[in-house]
């Protein structure tokens, strides 16, 4: 027997299935391919998650947080990771201030970029731990504390970073304990030859895209709260749990893949992400029940970033996606366990 669902949230699903494709249409205008980092940063943001994309300079990943940060009437800022940035360069510092009438004296806060809504933390890996650890805090909490005062960053707040994979002079890698901080790990890729044509036409010519405001804040807020009323059935949440448990070396549900070349699996948080972005995708898909199918096609950017892989599975040139796809494919679901 079906669910029944009321009707006010089917309408509000479907009113978000409408601005999300605006979203995504507007995006297009700036950004040429690369459709699954696009829907991948859509889903982080749709349901309070943060973002870690992969790729060489110059793929367009500033242009998109950009075109984003427009298309969603948020207030946008970027921070460029450097060796020497400090915490405070980032979070803020207390200044002293006067009163030009009094003349009283008094320490005021003075916000740093990270007090915005979209925040892109571009080379992430070029800062050191310690800058690194005032960024994923506030992914974290939300908030920032100085001073021994607690400071709310403004809602919704999301966080796309950025890391170049081909220098690694000078950087501090994200230990695997703070990238399980972000939601996904999105890998941009080459253009292919039709869309570098289409790039060169649009940037050498004169071309402007004019983008539009399409979604606010608030309805953001209440996506992320929709999302979550999505129903997962059971058999649903326990493929999910099995699946990211495959990842687990020599447990119960390992494959034979994992115990070979994993040296760890994921936390519960791959799991809370897995159940998140199912619900999301079904919810575009049209539908208020997630199906295995919403599970596997968020598998990889959900759980590429959280697990290690050994020295044997390093020394074999083994790449983690070519794991997950196997964990993936030696996985069955409730029914074809039956």
């Known amino acids: 027997m079906a669910t029944q ?9 479907d009113e978000f299935r409408s601005k999300y494709k605006a979203v995504r249409d507007e995006i297009g205008k700036a950004i040429v391919g690369h459709q699954e980092v ?30 984003l940060a427009e298309a969603v009437h948020l207030k946008f800022s970027r921070i460029q990771f450097t060796p020497d940035l400090m915490p405070a360069d980032i979070i803020g510092t207390t200044i002293i201030s006067e009163d030009p009438a009094s003349g009283r004296r008094s320490f005021v806060f003075e916000k740093g970029p990270l007090f915005a809504q ?36 403004e809602e919704p707040f999301f966080v796309m970073a950025t890391q170049n994979p ?4 000078g950087t501090y890698p994200l230990p695997e304990a703070q990238l399980d901080r972000f939601m996904f790990k999105l890998v941009v890729s080459y253009s292919s030859k039709e869309e570098m044509k289409t790039i060169m036409d649009r940037t ?50 390992a494959v034979e893949v994992t115990n070979k070349y994993v040296r760890w699996g994921v936390s519960p948080r791959a799991v809370q992400t897995l159940t998140l972005a199912a619900k999301l995708n079904a919810m575009l898909d049209g539908r208020f029940n997630t199906a295995f199918s919403d599970v596997q096609k968020v598998f990889l950017p959900a759980m590429r970033h959280r697990v290690l892989l050994n020295f044997e599975g390093e020394a074999e040139g083994v790449s983690t996606d070519d794991v997950l796809k ?13």
Do not use: C, W
């Open 5 to 13: 669902i009321d009707p006010a949230v089917q309408k509000a699903a």
């Open 204 to 253: 050498t010519t004169g071309f402007k895209p004019q983008i539009n405001r399409v979604m606010t804040g608030d309805e953001i807020i209440g996506t992320q709260n929709l999302v979550r009323r999505v129903v997962m059935a059971p058999h649903v949440q326990d493929y999910a749990i099995r699946s990211a448990m495959a990842s687990h070396p020599g447990g119960p549900f």
């Open 326 to 338: 196997k964990i993936l494919e030696n996985t069955p679901t409730m029914a074809e366990a039956a």
């Open 118 to 153: 979209i925040i892109l933390a571009d080379e992430i890996n070029r800062a050191t731990p310690k800058t690194q650890s005032a960024l994923l805090e506030a992914m974290q909490e939300h908030s920032v504390t100085t001073g021994g005062t607690r400071h709310q960053l």
């Open 166 to 169: 081909i220098e690694q002079e």
């Open 38 to 67: 696009v829907d991948g940063v859509l889903t982080a943001l749709f349901v309070g998650g943060h973002v870690l994309i992969e790729g060489v300079p110059g793929l367009g990943k500033t242009y998109l947080v950009r075109t």
